[in-house]
């Protein structure tokens, strides 16, 4: 046999082969299972896919709840799928499921309430941190009773729950029930679910982002149409005031046009006298008003007076004023002083000085101030006599233009430097409160135990002294104490006096129960802070230099050590855990004093659950009592029933028409019948508070108030006229149930006599906000009891005729409407057509739709009829690009340059023209609008200008470069050969020789920085003039780095600044020109060296995906990101929009560094933007600085998309139109960096 054979005999044999056979089919069943697995988590991906796809498709929540809880139940085979969504004001205690999917027999849990008190306090705050509760069998893991009822309300046997959280707020939990059986939930499931709620918070995140974007649009929209109508009314009145040198006739023309255009009953100019008293100068008001003029001849005392009830009492600036705190001073007027009431009975105002209001029979308000150079002069005022009146922005904005023209200089200066202050004091507030939050994050593993089990032993009871007693037992049991107590503040006390109310104290230390503690200083110096959190932490009272008083209380108690902190009751300083070393002093530890908190914050809750516990018993009562009245009120409502019907018909009748005869005949005749009276009337008020009656419904027998012979059909009442009607003003209303038994005068008693009244009900009828007049109802025969459904019904009657009323103006005023807009279109039209610039409108199909003059002229197309034609017909090819190019780029703005006749140039600029539609709906496009401006004579100012800087560059180079040298050659033959060749032993000599040394060495050094300078004049003109050799080919992005920062590390080395490298291996390679990449990245480098004293320099590169809508591969949708971030002095915000701008330079003033050509950043610019990239700065004053380009990651792509370096972009004049492309992130791209020092190593990249 040979020797590499083995022999076995037959029972090994055939052992091996049955463990072989084994060995096969358990083989056999993991393929099997991992198959399973892959088909599970394949199904799951699909059905995650397939919910994400109806999140993007859809932004109704609701369908993609339906839609997601079906996939889910069938793809986990569950019994339900629910989301449950928790009520916004109930803190979490109350839901109700929105969306269910559930297979029979099991009942659906849809909009069914569920309360769970428990949930809230418990366990909220954990679900809002991400927990996810898997439940195999409910009846297994030891829920309450009463958690086990709710879920066996629903059969559910096994449970599933993910929070669902709407950014970081707790919006409901996604629920999955197993209701046949108990079930074991798998891990992948677990993770499958949460994926879904994930992508479900996204869902309503988005929802919500959608909606605030609507309501957003809305308002601006109608902003700006009333804008541009208030615009135009401004031009106009101070067209008018401009004319006129005279002081009374601007004054005069200004009152009249502002009365008539805000629809103001009175505005006014009032000027203040030295000691700030003054007088009325002039007044324009609306007819049928009270002459403040006049009246101030027999009355001076209304503008004299000395207190703060007088006009004077307006220039306080302290004064509140609710419409600037809800504003923050409006978006319009800022450094402005004025003052908006829309109702001088709701403002808060003194007694006296809303009746100094009435006598201007003011109601509301807007008052600004008029300056004479930096003094207060005098006001503007806008009075509404006939009610209150919201005042809007635009109103007050236009309030303020015009007393800006009357004189108003506003200080904006001031106001920005206090602006400034407060963002810097904010900053501060902030940050220490982030160091404070951070600080109190540590925890220790033994506390953390500890603090576990006195909260357990604190909830297991809502009895107060029982929590107090065992928490002071703990606490002083732990920290090895010599007492722990709790102290509680005396009501209304105002926080000086209290007691302790538990304690837990070591023999033979005194006892502090119920001894009464008055200390008036804590409640006026300390409390405050208390109520905010703070912590007195005292080591030795003796060694922190307390008041006497204080020490002499803490004696009391044997006190050598202390530590207190604040028991709050919500947001309440309820009282003080104190903790005491009584027998010598104690250094407390950051971990007790961590401690110590906790256990305040938990008994706080306590205190909190206590108070719950009582108004929950405190309700209970109050149901009881509610149950009662409830049957009171059941035998009313049949009763009420019939009314309601009634009411019903007579609301129906006054909206079927808007014809005021037809409305007043249904109205009182049904009324009439209604309440069963003898006569109801209509009545309108005039415009001096005087009425009539126009409409009356009565019983037979009794004579008319409108037709009767010798009966006045004008009701001149001097009570309503004083009162501007009275109490009808307010929305009171008025029932008598007998005229003889009130009180009235016998006056008034003769009146309703002749009116043949006992007793009457009366209601006001507003039409909008303004009383237009009354509805009564008069009982002739005999007094009567009016119930007080009698009066409710008969004031709903008044709102829904006073709606009618409204309803009929309203029609009047959409007709007026309907001409002023026609109007408004041929206003524009003539706008349009004497514009000087080109203007052409197209639709959707390319088709012209509009043009004007100009736009002929520039292309010699007066005998053309443009309209209807295709653009590609008439005009060059250029522009029929530049449409298709915008079209692509969504709604961004996109220009080109095109020849206009007789040789000149023109600059193209189009967008989009788009309607805002509903949510569902989405954006509409209108069609586009193209702007064309004849740019010829600027193109040629800018081409002279770029030729004159590189001829005077060129011609200065020269002589430079001579000078250079032979400079060089000077200094090496005076270091080598004459200064070691004198031999001067006296210190005049020496100091000689030094000076030339030094001398030398600066003509070097500038003509080498002048020559640095001179090239980059060269450079940026090249660049420009589209001169450059650009040498474009794949190259590492390491190697780009590696060689930049191996040129800057002697500027490292020199200020000993560390540099980070973040720079990932294997990075893609990119198509550039590598000597150009690196003098971007050069330059950058030296910048961040030259602008920071310490701290470090970080240079990062990474890969991040790119949005551009020419990407059209996975590679193409990727560029690579190039960042240099520094620690430095930083820009403010003001500079950042500079720095990519030619000449621009900032941080001068801040540094002592060399000044450079301001053009270092701008080449950088040019260079990245060749390449398709961008760049942008992001910083913060004293914080440091990042500047960031980017490159595509783009194969065989066209890299010049963009460039506008090569001049075929061209310029709108001085760049009045705006930018020509969108640059960086959001308008990163517009800001950044004066030019960099780039030093002399390496290349000069400046």
Not at 397 to 414: K, R, W
């Amino acid at each position: 046999m040979s020797k590499n054979n083995i022999s076995v005999d037959a029972n090994t044999y055939k052992a091996m082969q049955q463990e072989l056979a084994a060995l096969k089919t358990r083989v056999a069943e993991l393929e099997e299972v991992a198959t399973l697995s892959q088909t599970t988590q394949v199904a799951q991906q699909k059905a995650l896919l397939a919910v994400i796809t109806k999140i993007r498709e859809s932004l109704a929540v609701e369908r993609i709840f339906d839609s997601t809880a079906t996939e889910v139940r069938k793809l986990l085979n569950a019994d339900r799928v629910g989301m449950f969504r928790f009520e916004p004001e109930s803190d979490y205690r109350s839901g109700e499921f929105v969306a269910e999917d559930v297979v029979p027999p099991f009942n659906s849990a849809k909009a069914v309430v569920i309360n769970d008190h428990c949930f809230g306090e418990n366990h909220a705050v954990y679900y809002q941190q991400g927990r996810i509760w898997a439940c195999e069998d409910i009846d297994e893991v030891g829920l309450l009773d009463c958690h086990v009822a709710l879920l066996k309300r629903f059969q559910v046997r096994a449970n599933l729950v993910v929070p669902l959280l709407k950014g970081e707020e707790l919006w409901g939990l996604l629920c999955i029930h197993q209701c046949l059986a108990p079930r074991q939930w798998q891990e992948q499931e677990i993770e499958f679910v949460t994926q879904i709620a994930i992508h479900l918070g996204v869902a309503l995140q988005q929802a919500s982002f959608v909606s605030r974007l609507q309501k957003q649009s809305d308002y601006l929209s109608q902003a700006v149409t009333q804008a541009v109508e208030r615009e135009q009314a401004v031009a106009a009145i101070i067209d008018k005031i401009r004319r006129s040198l005279d002081l009374n006739t601007i004054f005069q023309t200004t009152t009249q046009e502002v009365q008539q255009l805000l629809h103001a009953d009175r505005v006014v100019i009032y000027r203040f006298y030295p000691d700030w008293s003054g007088e009325f100068v002039v007044e324009s008001m609306a007819p049928g008003w009270t002459s403040l003029m006049a009246k101030q001849l027999e009355q001076p005392e209304i503008s004299n007076k000395d207190s703060n009830c007088s006009i004077k009492y307006l220039a306080d600036t302290q004064v509140n004023d609710t419409y600037l705190q809800e504003t923050t001073g409006g978006e319009f007027s800022r450094g402005k002083v004025f003052r908006v009431c829309d109702n001088i009975y709701s403002s808060g105002f003194s007694d006296c000085y809303i009746e100094l209001l009435e006598s201007f029979q003011a109601q509301a308000y807007v008052i600004v101030a008029i300056y004479q150079g930096n003094q207060l002069w005098g006001l503007l005022a806008a009075y509404q006599n006939s009610g209150v009146r919201h005042w809007q922005e635009n109103e007050v904005n236009f309030l303020v233009q015009i007393s800006a023209q009357l004189g108003v200089a506003v200080q904006q200066a001031e106001l920005l430097a206090q602006t400034e202050q407060r963002k810097e004091e904010l900053q501060t507030a902030l940050t220490t409160q982030l160091q404070q939050r951070a600080d109190e994050l540590a925890r220790q593993t033994e506390l953390e135990r500890a603090i576990a089990e006195v909260i357990e032993k604190i909830r297991c009871t809502l009895d107060l002294d029982t929590i107090f007693q065992t928490a002071a037992t703990e606490v002083r049991q732990l920290l090895q104490a010599d007492r722990v107590a709790m102290y509680r503040f005396d009501y209304d006390s105002d926080w000086n006096c209290g007691e302790f109310v538990s304690e837990d104290v070591l023999p033979p230390f005194n006892c502090a129960l119920a001894a009464k503690i008055n200390d008036y200083c804590f409640g006026e110096q300390h409390a405050q802070y208390y109520q905010r959190g703070r912590i007195f932490v005292a080591h030795d009272i003796y060694e922190l230099g307390l008041a006497d008083c204080h020490i002499a209380i803490l004696e009391c108690f044997q006190v050598r050590a202390n530590l207190v902190v604040p028991l709050l009751k919500g947001e309440q300083l309820w009282g003080l855990l104190c903790i005491h070393q009584c027998a010598a002093p104690r250094q407390w530890q950051q971990e007790e004093i961590e401690f110590v908190s906790k256990i305040a914050v938990h008994l706080g809750v306590a205190l909190q659950q206590a108070e719950l516990l009582s108004q929950a018993q405190q309700q209970s009562a109050e149901l009881q009592k509610a149950l009662a009245q409830v049957k009171v009120q059941k035998e009313q409502q049949a009763k009420i029933a019939q009314q309601e019907r009634a009411l019903a018909r007579v609301i129906e009748r006054i909206r079927r028409t808007l014809e005021m005869e037809t409305i007043f005949k249904a109205t009182t005749q049904e009324v009439r019948q209604i309440l069963n009276c003898d006569r109801v009337v209509v009545y309108r008020f005039n415009p001096d508070w005087s009425g009539e009656f126009i409409y009356e419904s009565m019983t037979e027998g009794w004579k008319s108030l409108i037709l009767a012979p010798g009966l006045k059909t004008v009701w001149e009442d001097t009570y309503l006229q004083e009162t501007q009607g009275g109490r009808y003003a307010n929305h009171e209303t008025l029932a008598i149930d007998d005229i003889y038994n009130v009180g009235m005068t016998d006056c008034h008693v003769q009146i309703l006599e002749a009116f043949e009244v006992k007793a009457f009900v009366v209601v006001p009828v507003f039409v909008g906000d303004k009383l237009w007049g009354l509805l009564g109802a008069y009982q002739n025969t005999d007094s009567r009891h009016w119930e007080d459904r009698d009066v409710t019904l008969l004031a709903q009657v008044g709102n829904q005729l006073g709606v009618g009323l409204n309803q009929a103006e309203l029609l009047r005023q959409t007709k007026q409407q309907s001409r002023e807009l026609w109007a408004t279109l041929a206003d524009l039209s003539a706008i349009i057509d004497n514009l000087a610039d080109g203007l052409l409108v197209t639709n959707t199909q390319g088709r012209i739709t509009r043009f004007n003059p100009a736009l002929k002229a520039m292309f010699s197309l007066d005998e053309v009829d443009l309209k209807g034609q295709k653009l590609s017909e008439h005009f060059p090819p250029e522009l029929v690009k530049l449409l298709e190019q915008m079209e692509q780029q969504e709604q961004e703005i996109v220009t080109v340059e095109v020849e206009l006749e007789n040789n000149r140039v023109g600059q193209a600029l189009v967008t989009m023209i788009v309607k805002e539609a509903e949510a569902e709906e989405g954006t509409q496009c209108l069609g586009s609008v193209m702007l064309i401006r004849d740019v010829t004579v600027e193109k040629e100012v800018d081409r002279m200008k770029t030729e004159f800087l590189a001829t005077v560059s060129h011609e200065l180079r020269t002589p430079l470069t001579s000078i250079l040298g032979f400079a060089s050659i000077i200094k090496d033959k005076l270091e080598e050969v004459i200064f070691p060749g004198v031999k001067a032993s006296d210190r005049k000599t020496q100091k000689s020789i030094r000076t030339v040394g030094g001398n030398i060495n600066i003509i070097v050094s500038e003509a080498e920085r002048l020559t640095a300078l001179i090239n980059d004049v060269l450079d940026i003109a090249k660049m420009e003039a589209g001169r450059v050799d650009w040498n474009i080919e794949p190259t590492k992005p390491e190697l780009i780095l590696n060689r930049a920062i191996a040129a800057t590390s002697s500027l490292f080395e020199q200020q000993q600044l560390p540099l980070i490298k973040d720079i990932p291996p294997e990075l893609p390679e990119v198509e550039v020109d590598c000597d150009r990449l690196i003098q971007v990245v050069i330059n950058l480098l030296s910048n961040a060296v030259k602008f920071t004293q310490e701290g470090s320099v970080t240079c990062r590169a990474i890969v991040e995906p790119s949005f551009s809508v020419e990407a059209s591969s996975l590679l193409s949708n990727q560029q690579l990101l190039i960042s240099i971030t520094d620690t430095g002095i930083g820009i403010a915000p003001e500079d950042q929009e500079g720095v990519f701008e030619k000449f621009q330079q900032v941080g001068n003033i801040l540094t002592d560094k060399p000044t450079g050509t301001g053009l270092g950043l701008p080449i950088c610019k040019q260079i990245v933007e060749y390449h398709g990239g961008k760049i942008w700065v992001e910083s913060e004053l004293g914080q440091g600085s990042t500047f960031s380009f980017t490159i595509p990651l783009c194969i065989g792509c066209d890299l010049g998309i963009g460039r506008w370096g090569d001049g075929e972009m061209g310029r709108w004049g001085d760049g009045e139109m705006g930018d020509r492309r969108t640059r960086g992130r959001g308008d990163a791209g517009t800001r950044g960096r004066g030019d960099g020092e780039m030093g002399r190593q390496g290349r000069q990249g400046r």
